[in-house]
């Protein structure tokens, strides 16, 4: 392989993985936008702690941090294991997500925050699955 057709691969799957995360984010803001226009009431109180209003930029942070982080992870296990790294990835991202639920089930808030905020978990992923890991050849 040429020294252009590997940085033609890397600026690829660079820009791939960067609409990946670029995707999660804004995904999971049009999913709280239609919330919020719909009147669901983002407020979620956890045992023990005062109530808690999930505005825009709980949103951006959470759903920012978790597709860097799994970019990251990916990055790290295509290193490491370079063969195994996409099914264990997406094995792994499956697994976080499913995870990602227990704190939905142990706060108290509305139906409708439930709803989207457990939308907002399965979009990430969604964009992580789809846009992170190398196609398959």
């Not at 690829?12 to 984010?25: M, Y």
């Not at 992870?73 to 996409?86: G, N």
Request: proline share 5%.
């Amino acid at each position: 392989m040429s020294a252009a057709a590997v940085t033609s691969l890397t600026t690829s799957s660079l820009r791939r993985r960067a609409l990946g995360v670029g995707a999660a984010v804004v995904s999971c803001l049009v999913i709280w936008s239609i919330g919020a226009l719909a009147g669901v009431d983002y407020t979620v109180e956890s045992p023990g702690q005062p109530a808690t209003v999930i505005g825009v930029g709980a949103i951006v942070m959470v759903s920012l941090g978790a597709a860097l982080l799994g970019w990251a992870t990916l990055a790290l296990l295509e290193r490491l294991a370079p063969r195994a790294a996409r099914p264990v990835w997406i094995s792994s991202a499956v697994v976080v997500t499913l995870l990602s639920f227990a704190p939905l089930l142990n706060v108290d808030a509305t139906g409708g925050a439930k709803l989207a905020l457990g939308a907002t978990h399965v979009a990430v992923a969604v964009a992580l699955i789809a846009l992170l890991p190398r196609p398959r050849r």
